[in-house]
């Protein structure tokens, strides 16, 4: 496979004003000069092959959508390399965006008060998608998602679920070699998201499309991404394969028990009696994360039953999500 995204030593500073506080604070900031610069992006370098899913995480303010920002070509790097299909992508905007597709969020590039196929033969005019391509991709769509029944319904009436699959739909109707894809299943109920999953897969497997997918959605990251890439405060963390990944912490275990009364609070309780682990608590669990290599699980659980009447216990190994919160506090050593 080619290498179709090339970044290489890519910085992105930006000058952001230092505000003063009150009224008079913002009538001095009107003819002040006290900037200071903000490294939003600090030297990051990577290459994308051709059709590959790569997931792109981080957590808030990391610097993500200012690296998609420029892959885009919406942002010039303050220095640094960005290569997009052989294409600068701030240089040649108009070139570079026809080889794209983006869905950034809820920002629909859906026309509102149309029925979604007008949004459709609109953007197939704004591309200039011959028609028997474009009528290739209504008939994959169909046989994917079987789109028949909102082609014609206006994109207002949609339920949210329904516009996030059509922006998707909307996104690779050109045949773009590179898709954008910025929380695509945020708040979606679990039918939909599985949808979409199915729907992204089976468009990267039959276009060859490269993808390039934000989300703080685990099971986003497990379902769709063969590689994933984790930036904290504009430095590359990782880049790599989940399974390689997971290496970095396979003596970790989830250890998940039930106990009886209200699971958040007990939840509280196990976290002041153990400050050295990691506890979450969910609907029906309340989840310990235990280094094997520091103690040992049975010891753990001999601990908890001394205070606690376990019901029910399980235990898992590291999950994605805690692999990548781990990696988010502590970094790869």
Not at 26 to 44: H, P, T
Request: hydrophobic share 40%.
């Amino acid at each position: 496979m080619s290498e179709i995204i090339k970044i290489k030593n890519v910085i992105k500073e930006f000058k952001v004003l230092n505000r003063r506080e009150g009224l008079k604070g913002s009538l001095k900031d009107l003819f002040s000069r006290d900037y200071k610069i903000v490294r939003a992006v600090d030297n990051i370098s990577m290459n994308i092959e051709q059709g590959e899913i790569v997931g792109y995480l981080g957590p808030n303010g990391a610097g993500k959508s200012t690296t998609i920002k420029m892959m885009t070509g919406v942002l010039e790097p303050t220095s640094g390399e960005i290569l997009v299909d052989g294409n600068i992508p701030y240089q040649n905007r108009t070139k570079n965006a026809q080889k794209i597709g983006v869905v950034f969020g809820q920002r629909s590039q859906l026309w509102w008060a149309l029925p979604l196929v007008e949004s459709f033969k609109l953007l197939k005019d704004i591309y200039q998608i011959p028609d028997a391509e474009y009528d290739g991709m209504l008939k994959l769509y169909q046989s994917l998602v079987d789109i028949g029944p909102l082609l014609h319904k206006a994109v207002r009436q949609m339920s949210l679920g329904q516009r996030t699959l059509s922006d998707i739909l909307a996104a690779f109707l050109h045949n773009p070699k590179i898709v954008f894809l910025d929380e695509p299943t945020i708040g979606l109920d679990v039918s939909m998201k599985a949808k979409i999953r199915t729907l992204i897969h089976a468009l990267n497997k039959e276009k060859k499309t490269t993808v390039i997918l934000t989300t703080h959605d685990m099971g986003d990251v497990d379902a769709l991404c063969q590689r994933i890439v984790i930036i904290d405060k504009g430095k590359m963390l990782y880049d790599n394969d989940i399974e390689h990944l997971k290496g970095f912490f396979g003596s970790y275990r989830t250890l998940k028990i039930r106990v009886e009364g209200d699971l958040k609070a007990q939840a509280d309780i196990i976290r002041r009696e153990v400050p050295d682990f990691s506890v979450s608590a969910d609907d029906e669990w309340i989840s310990v994360l235990v280094d094997e290599d520091k103690n040992k699980v049975i010891d753990v659980l001999g601990l908890l039953q001394k205070t606690h009447k376990i019901r029910d216990m399980q235990l898992e190994e590291i999950s994605t999500e805690e692999v990548i919160k781990k990696i988010y506090e502590e970094g790869v050593q």
